[in-house]
């Protein structure tokens, strides 16, 4: 007899992550055991990554590097009947209920955003991200989407681009139903908005908006944000 498919699938991209993976993956364990599947695609870490993932999830796959194949191969091997993208970096809601996030059968959504630390600018950051996301109905990959499986095969996964891939997947979802966004916020780290300066990652932000707008190519926006 086939085992019953778990309701939500989380796949986790990593690369070289160890240094915030144990403590990511030790906050899952509660949702694994209401019967979620947490599924890690390694981008060729050169750090420890693919071994803790190992000890930890329910499957470790190995992928070519790129944010979008490697969540594309984690969502290849889900069996949920929703998949949830989370990053290394992000912790979802500690008392998170599988059943009450997906009571409604929403067809995708995502959660509301804080950051980690309240230095300079960062409320007022989180507060427009939540604005933003909840008028524009597209969240980035922080926010930690969600999605029928099925929907998300309809629609190709995301597409195979090197950045920008979470917008572009939340406008073709919002052409399909408006999203749930839910208000327990996940918390995600700060870190790139304190090494590069408040005010230079907002300018930074919404140039790549602009360039994601205008059709340029993604691996210039790529060389922009990463350097």
């Not at 890690?40 to 420890?48: F, K, T």
């Not at 190995?62 to 290394?88: C, D, I």
């Not at 205008?214 to 944000?225: E, G, I, N, T, V």
Request: proline share 6%.
């Amino acid at each position: 007899m086939n085992e019953l498919a778990p309701a939500l699938s989380i796949i986790m991209p990593v690369f070289n992550e160890a240094t915030h993976l144990p403590a990511s993956l030790r906050a899952l364990q509660p949702l694994r055991q209401q019967g979620c599947e947490l599924i890690i695609v390694d981008g060729g870490s050169q750090d420890e990554s693919a071994a803790i993932a190992q000890a930890w999830a329910d499957v470790s796959l190995q992928s070519a590097k790129g944010r979008a194949l490697q969540m594309n191969a984690g969502a290849a091997a889900a069996r949920g009947e929703y998949l949830l993208f989370l990053h290394a970096d992000t912790q979802l809601p500690p008392a998170l209920s599988v059943a009450h996030l997906l009571q409604s059968q929403p067809s995708w959504g995502f959660f509301k955003v804080q950051l980690n630390s309240r230095k300079s600018l960062l409320p007022w950051v989180q507060a427009l991200i939540n604005l933003r996301s909840g008028l524009t109905s597209v969240a980035t990959g922080d926010q930690s989407i969600f999605v029928q499986r099925q929907l998300f095969i309809e629609l190709g996964g995301y597409p195979a681009i090197s950045l920008m891939e979470d917008v572009a997947l939340c406008k073709q979802l919002r052409r399909r139903a408006r999203p749930s966004i839910v208000p327990q916020p996940v918390l995600t780290s700060s870190r790139r908005w304190l090494q590069r300066g408040v005010i230079k990652t907002i300018a930074l932000m919404w140039l790549l908006r602009l360039g994601y707008f205008l059709k340029f190519s993604p691996r210039l926006l790529h060389r922009l944000y990463y350097g």
